[in-house]
């Protein structure tokens, strides 16, 4: 009997075993196959995502195409290319003492800059401030008091520090980032409001107009002489630096480019006479739209729930509005095919939690522990304790968005340069210098601006290298990207002297 006793608790104890091992290797399993879960859709995702050279060639072809559709007749295109009816962009010989306005950024700015001739910048003066969220839907009149108000303090405050001759210093660049339909270089009516702007009165109305007329009221005796955008700002700078630059890109919080189009080649201006045979066109290149895009659902979804659905295709998979938020649709999903992030965290589902800038900190975590990954999950994420083996993951997934996104704007460079024949596959005529001995390419600019280029470097690295591996190793040396701190708000400031009433000399553009 005892002895039966015995072998009964023994065999227990072994089914015991045997039931207890078989429950820690079903966990095993299920967690490998959760695991294996999240393997599986980040390798979708990034196939998906996929940027290889062919298919940025073909981003380039359909850049190429929309541009000669925008260019050939009004809603043609998704893509806009605006006349901004700049011809004379400054060459570095400007002398004298300009400012500029800068509406349509993070911030409000004002410059004052100090040319000395020679491209030489002899002082630079910027102020940032805030516009009050109350001025951003109030009245046309309100607002550009407040703009007006502004600059005639700033002129008090800083006055004293440079010589103010009598009748230098009075021309006003005003960049003003929304869409507008330009007039003249210096007139335009707004088109629509965009970033959280709403004053309705403005619509349609001559926003120099309003801006002159504020500046009168309050005593200021100045005359607007170039209104542009952010990109045409971004050129004029880095012509004044280098007459080679022939297009520029922003890429900050959101994107556009623009570029020097020959005058007849806008066929939908027919006859436009420019004294130089060129026109620097805005191309709203947020619009891009082509089947070739590499979309993902997570795209899709973010559009989607976007406040402006089908709209800015292309500024949603590449400019700082929206990475951090690609990548934070991508970790939701991730959590809700397994458990591998921990519970699922609410704040998962909040969007834009994740800035691109946490984004870019998270990519560039080069600690063995990936401790900055750890910070930011646990701060923004609410998710605590995951392994090394998930925060790389994180890094994965930043990497494939920003690849990705780089490798498209590098795209659409390539696009542009190959619109103006300076991309080296057309062969003579195709960036090759005419009449030069045979091969002779000729060196070409493009200016960049934008705090995704400028502080997110591993962005900066993968834009850079896709450039030269779309064009080849025989023509990227004589392709230089060139970055603009500041460049649009001093690139109005520099397009007011070269368009001045003063200024005498013409400056070609072509
Ligand atoms: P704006 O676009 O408002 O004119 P910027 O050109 O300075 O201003 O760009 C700001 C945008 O750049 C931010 O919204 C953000 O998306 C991005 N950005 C700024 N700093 C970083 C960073 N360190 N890493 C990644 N992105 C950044
Ligand atoms: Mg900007």
New binding site residues.
């Given amino acids: 009997m005892g002895k039966l006793v015995l072998k009964g608790i023994a065999v227990g104890c072994a089914v015991m075993s045997c039931v207890i091992a078989g429950v820690m290797v079903g966990r095993r399993v299920r967690s490998r196959r959760r695991w294996w879960n999240v393997v599986t859709t980040v390798e979708e995702f990034e196939e998906t995502a996929e940027t290889t050279v062919e298919r940025l060639r073909q981003v380039v072809d359909a850049m190429v195409v929309e541009m000669h559709a925008g260019l050939a007749s009004e809603g043609g295109s998704k893509l806009k290319m605006l006349l901004t009816f700049v011809e004379k962009l400054p060459d570095g010989s400007e002398n004298g003492i300009y400012y500029a306005l800068h509406v349509g950024?993070?911030n409000f700015r004002i410059l004052r800059i100090q040319l000395g001739g020679q491209r030489s910048i002899l002082a630079h003066d910027v102020e940032r401030k805030p516009i009050p969220q109350i001025l951003m839907s109030s009245t046309s009149e309100e607002f550009f008091d407040f703009i007006a108000l502004s600059l005639k303090e700033f002129i008090e405050r800083k006055g004293d520090n440079m010589q103010l001759s009598q009748d230098r210093g009075k021309d006003l660049g005003f960049t003003f980032s929304f869409p507008v339909k330009q007039t003249s270089v210096s007139s335009g009516t707004l088109i629509k409001w965009t970033k959280g702007f709403a004053i309705e009165d403005m619509v349609e109305k001559d926003i120099v107009e309003c801006l002159q007329k504020a500046l009168s009221i309050r005593g200021l005796d100045m005359n607007v002489a170039a209104l542009v955008n952010?990109s045409v700002g971004t050129l004029a700078v880095g012509h004044f630096l280098d007459n080679d630059t022939v297009a520029a890109v922003v890429i900050?919080?959101?994107t556009n480019a623009c570029y020097i189009e020959r005058a007849d080649a806008v066929i939908k201006c027919q006859g436009l006479l420019t004294t130089s045979g060129g026109m620097v066109i805005n191309m709203e290149w947020g619009n891009f739209w082509s089947s070739h895009l590499p979309r993902t659902s997570y795209d899709i979804d973010l559009d989607a729930e976007s406040q402006n659905p089908n709209d800015q295709g292309f500024e949603k998979m590449i400019s700082?509005?929206y990475l951090g938020d690609i990548v934070r649709r991508v970790i939701h999903r991730l959590s809700l095919e397994s458990d591998v992030f921990g519970p699922l965290s609410s704040k998962l589902s909040t969007r834009f939690v994740l800035s691109?800038?946490l984004m870019?900190a998270i990519h560039e975590d080069d600690s063995s522990d990936l401790s900055q990954v750890a910070k930011i999950l646990e701060e923004t994420l609410d998710i605590r304790d995951v392994p090394l083996k998930v925060r790389k993951i994180m890094v994965k997934v930043c990497d494939v968005v920003t690849r990705r996104a780089a490798r498209l704007v590098a795209a659409g460079i390539v696009g542009i340069l190959k619109k103006i024949s300076r991309d080296g596959t057309g062969g003579i005529s195709s960036g090759r210098i005419k009449g030069y001995k045979s091969g002779k390419m000729r060196r070409t600019v493009v200016a960049v601006?934008?705090?995704?280029y400028t502080?997110?470097t591993i962005f900066r690295e993968y834009l850079n290298e896709a450039v030269a591996e779309i064009l080849g190793e025989e023509i990227a040396p004589y392709v230089i990207l060139k970055t603009m701190e500041d460049g649009s708000g001093i690139g109005a400031a520099m397009l007011a002297a070269a368009n001045s009433a003063r200024s005498v000399d013409t400056v070609q553009v072509l």
């Avoid at 601006?449 to 995704?452: A, F, H, N, R």
């Fill in positions: 950024g993070t952010d900050g919080t959101g700082g509005m691109t800038p870019a601006e934008g705090g995704l502080s997110y």
